[in-house]
């Protein structure tokens, strides 16, 4: 909790390596310095494939274009296309966690036969997978886990979104008999709409965003200690931590 939320230095007092965190981060150092091309191809493809196949998306997804900004996967595959394109600070840590929980809420609540396509299909599993294999293997991505009041207060801004979506009678084109968004935000019954958005925000957001730090924090067998994680050992040498410093007074003759 003490760390820095944008800063280099891990909880081990140790400075993370950005070249060698964010490329090829899953193979061994001595292999490293080989990796950079296959990552920036494996990258390039994620890219490109993640841009088509969300316009694709949207244009074949049955309602106006412009629709498709209403719901709450359009907003986590937003963040992630922010990831891919530009890998901005931050949207690994949202992005993992948010569509994991819009994957999960998507098969178990809303999901319909009906409903079965490739959009489908690719923002509420294909997607989520990508960002996950990318930022936390194909990389290693650090998480804070200060970090999961951002991803909340989007969740909390969704909310706030829903409400003004129902009350202000826009409709759902995907849904021509109910004016909500989703079933658990309908918001004509607004204890139940209650009841769904502090479950998913404070109950089922949190555990995901626990299981987004576990991986980002895996060690050897069943240790969570971040060694797997890539530090600049020239800067971790020349900084002394208090362990260090003491260790150095303690030996120090007596004059």
């Known amino acids: 909790w003490k760390l820095s939320l944008f800063g280099l230095e891990d909880y081990n007092g140790k400075k993370l390596d950005v070249r060698l965190t964010f490329a090829g981060g899953f193979m061994p150092k001595r292999f490293t310095e080989r990796t950079y091309l296959m990552v920036g191809i494996l ?3 994620l890219l490109v494939f993640t841009w088509v196949a969300v316009v694709v998306n949207i ?11 209403a719901f709450y996967t359009s907003w986590t595959v937003l963040v992630c296309l922010a990831y891919v394109t530009a890998s901005f600070l931050m949207t690994v840590q949202l992005i993992a966690p948010m569509n994991l929980t819009a994957s999960i809420m998507y098969w178990a609540i809303v999901f319909k036969p009906s409903y079965l396509d490739f959009g489908a299909v690719f923002e509420h599993g294909v997607l989520c997978f990508l960002v996950l294999v990318d930022g936390l293997f194909l990389s290693n991505t650090p998480v804070r886990f200060r970090h999961i009041f951002f991803g909340i207060a989007i969740n909390l801004c969704y909310v706030g979104w829903s409400i003004i979506h129902y009350f202000t009678g826009w409709g759902n084109p995907s849904n021509p008999n109910s004016n909500a968004l989703y079933t658990v935000l309908d918001w004509s ?9 502090l479950v998913v925000n404070f109950v089922v957001f949190p555990i995901l965003f626990f299981l987004v730090w576990a991986l980002s924090s895996r060690g050897g067998g069943f240790r969570f200690d971040a060694s797997s994680r890539r530090y600049d050992e020239v800067a971790s040498e020349g900084e002394d931590t208090e362990e260090t410093r003491l260790q150095k007074d303690t030996e120090e003759p007596n004059v």
């Open 43 to 45: 990258r390039s493809f």
């Open 189 to 197: 019954t607004p204890g139940t709409a209650v009841f769904w958005s």
């Open 59 to 69: 244009f074949t997804a049955g309602y106006p274009p412009t629709f498709w900004f």
